[in-house]
């Protein structure tokens, strides 16, 4: 080989080494762009997680503070009240990246909260006074670790808390000195949780102690046709005292009874946004007519990262029903079902409205102007539901349609919501 053809050869070897290495360099740039914005999502999605817990649990208090002086349906109605937000705080912790290690009073606390309130759920009527006494202790409790997470969620505000990382498990378990995490935080209250006496009454034991028998094969057949698979790709999960079982399908996981699917939830990061909101919210109705859920109309949507919630409410004849509800949510990455919620109460018929909406409408203040009203169904009386303004204000009035009284008021400005 003449020098020649050694130099041309060495010029065009260079070529391809600087454009394989401009290549590898820009995938590389591609590469850490993604992860990165993935690990800001993650981060995102964590602080909302330890955000709706504290809140959950400061709802959770507010309610125990008012059971101390409730009477008569409202006790039932409060108990109700809070195990639901119990449930949604123990959702939420779950989600954080951490070992459930450093939450264990935590879990235990909401669990016993959410078995207690169960228990008087199941029954109407006034507390006891052994179940007064034990709302009384749960409620100086639930303030006290209320304070705590409180406490948590401003030093994280100002930085002096750093969230945790699933990728970097590692380094939370023997973290540097110089950085203090949220686990750390959670430590800390745990070691200065709240002592919680003794409960009195045996709600709580009642509550635990009346599994149902639930056929897993039918249970099985429901959550399978949902999503429109055979059922040996449904993996078994765990059993509930309720009567239903979970089964997952890869980050999916749903629970149903032996006859419909009750929730679904997606444990995946969602990428980015390329989907519409009308085009999701299209695919949300879709999915629940596939459910067999027919009698229901939109009501809302709220967008939490890149998933879109479609809330859906009961119809009875032309009367909206608020007692029954549903909601959907969709990944607006790909369009797939991301949680589903199906309709919980009843949707109550053969109703009369002994009022008409003109008479109804006397229980309305007179400096309020109505802009419409429409027939409506809550607690499994008719209503009728106001919209009214009053300067920038938009002001919505439950009034019941036997005798004219105001149920409810809900105030917002325009633009919100």
């Not at 106001?386 to 002001?395: A, H, K, Q, S």
Request: overall charge negative.
């Amino acid at each position: 080989m003449t020098e020649k053809h050694k130099r041309k050869l060495r010029r065009v070897a260079s070529i391809y080494a600087v454009a394989a290495f401009t290549l590898l360099a820009l995938l590389s740039a591609l590469y850490f762009t993604r992860v990165r914005d993935y690990r800001t999502a993650s981060r995102y999605s964590y602080e909302l997680s330890f955000e709706q817990t504290a809140a959950a649990v400061s709802a959770l208090s507010d309610t125990l503070e008012k059971s101390r002086y409730a009477t008569g349906e409202l006790c039932h109605a409060l108990a109700s009240e809070a195990f639901a937000e119990a449930c949604a705080a123990k959702a939420a912790l779950a989600t954080l990246p951490f070992s459930t290690v450093e939450m264990e009073q935590t879990k235990g606390f909401l669990g016993t909260v959410g078995d207690f309130t169960h228990g008087l759920c199941a029954r109407s009527g006034e507390f006891t006074d052994d179940e007064r006494a034990d709302v009384l202790a749960l409620s100086d409790t639930a303030a006290a670790y209320s304070a705590l997470l409180l406490d948590l969620r401003e030093k994280a505000a100002n930085g002096e808390l750093e969230m945790d990382s699933r990728e970097k498990r590692l380094e939370n378990v023997l973290p540097s000195p110089a950085v203090r995490h949220l686990s750390d935080g959670f430590r800390e209250a745990e070691e200065n949780f709240p002592v919680l006496q003794e409960l009195k009454s045996v709600a709580s034991d009642a509550a635990v102690s009346l599994p149902q028998y639930l056929d897993t094969a039918r249970a099985r057949r429901a959550a399978a046709a949902f999503l429109g698979i055979s059922e040996e790709l449904l993996g078994e999960e765990y059993g509930y005292a309720d009567g239903s079982a979970a089964f997952s399908r890869g980050t999916l996981t749903l629970r149903a009874d032996e006859e419909h699917v009750l929730t679904v939830s997606d444990s995946r990061l969602v990428g980015e946004s390329s989907v519409s909101d009308k085009r999701a919210a299209a695919k949300a109705r879709e999915i629940l007519l596939s459910a067999g859920y027919e009698n229901m109309i939109e009501s809302g949507r709220r967008k939490s990262g890149n998933v879109l919630y479609v809330s859906f409410t009961g119809k009875s004849g032309d009367a909206v029903c608020l007692d029954c509800s549903a909601e959907v949510g969709i990944a607006l990455d790909n369009c797939s079902l991301y949680s589903f919620r199906a309709p919980e109460g009843d949707m109550s018929a053969d109703l009369s409205w002994p009022l008409d909406s003109e008479a109804a409408r006397a229980a309305l203040p007179d400096s309020l102007t109505p802009l419409g009203a429409k027939k409506v169904i809550s607690g499994g009386k008719p209503c009728y539901e106001y919209r009214c303004r009053d300067g920038e204000r938009l002001v919505s009035i439950l009034v019941d349609a036997e005798y004219a009284r105001m149920l409810s008021v809900d105030v917002s400005r325009e633009g919100e919501g």
